[in-house]
T-cell receptor, first 111, second 114 residues
C-alpha cells in the first residue's frame, strides 16, 4: 500500500523555486518524512528529512503541515542539474532500516 | 564523502548462470542494502544486513542470497539467473539506525539475463 502520493511529473523554469508536494495522510506519530532524488543513470541521493518542524539544509527546504498529512520540498533556485525523479518517503524513526520508494515525481527544469 | 562502489555498471549473463554482484563502502557503515529497480515498480528491497554475517530478507528475496563476510563488502548472489531477474541493482549503506538513517547509494549495476 502506498503511504505517499506525489504528482507524476512537474516542470520548473531554471532559476525559479521548485515546490514538490507530497501527501501522507496516514502518517503516524513516530514516522519521519524523507526526500531522496534520483538523477538519470545514478543511484538515489538523500536530500532532507523531518518529523514535524520545517527543515533546511544546503540542498533544500522541507515544509511539513501542522497536521503532518502533507509536506512540500522546496528547491529555492532550480538548475538544470536538479532534473531528476524526487521521492517522498515515510519511515519510522530509530530501529527501522527500510526505505520504501514509491514512483516519485519527475521534475524537469526548463532553460 | 561516502563512497559506495559496485563491481560492474553493466553485466550480461545467461539463464542458469550463477551471478555475483559486489558492493563495497568506505565509511565503516553497519548497514548495507540491496535493491532492484524496475520501470513502473520503483525500488524494491531484496536483502539487507545490519552487521557482519547478519542478514534480513527484504520485500523480494526469492531467487537471491547475500553474503557479508567483511563490514565493508556486501554481495548479492543469483544462484541460477533467470530472465525475470533482468533489472537495475542498487546497493546502499547507512550507519546504525537512528533518526537520520541516510542511505548512500552506489551507481547501480544493470544486469541483463538472456
Amino acid at each position: 500500500d502506498a503511504k505517499t502520493t506525489q504528482p507524476t511529473s512537474m516542470d520548473c523554469a531554471e532559476g525559479r523555486a521548485a515546490n514538490l508536494p507530497c501527501n501522507h495522510s496516514t502518517i503516524s506519530g513516530n514516522e519521519y518524512v524523507y526526500w531522496y532524488r534520483q538523477i538519470h543513470s545514478q543511484g538515489p541521493q538523500y536530500i532532507i528529512h523531518g518529523l514535524k518542524n520545517n527543515e533546511t539544509n544546503e540542498m533544500a527546504s522541507l515544509i511539513i503541515t501542522e497536521d503532518r498529512k502533507s509536506s512540500t520540498l522546496i528547491l529555492p533556485h532550480a538548475t538544470l542539474r536538479d532534473t531528476a525523479v524526487y521521492y517522498c518517503i515515510v519511515k519510522p524513526g530509530a530501529g527501522s532500516y527500510q526505505l520504501t520508494f514509491g514512483k516519485g515525481t519527475k521534475l524537469s527544469v526548463i532553460p | 564523502d561516502v563512497k559506495v562502489t559496485q563491481s560492474s555498471r553493466y553485466l550480461v549473463k545467461r539463464t542458469g548462470e550463477k551471478v555475483f554482484l559486489e558492493c563495497v563502502q568506505d565509511m565503516d557503515h553497519e548497514n548495507m542494502f540491496w535493491y532492484r529497480q524496475d520501470p513502473g515498480l520503483g525500488l524494491r528491497l531484496i536483502y539487507f544486513s545490519y552487521d557482519v554475517k547478519m542478514k534480513e530478507k527484504g520485500d523480494i528475496p526469492e531467487g537471491y542470497s547475500v553474503s557479508r563476510e567483511k563490514k565493508e563488502r556486501f554481495s548479492l548472489i543469483l544462484e541460477s539467473a533467470s530472465t525475470n531477474q533482468t533489472s537495475m541493482y542498487l546497493c546502499a549503506s547507512s550507519s546504525s539506525p537512528g533518526t537520520r538513517d541516510e542511505q548512500y547509494f552506489g551507481p547501480g549495476t544493470r544486469l541483463t539475463v538472456t
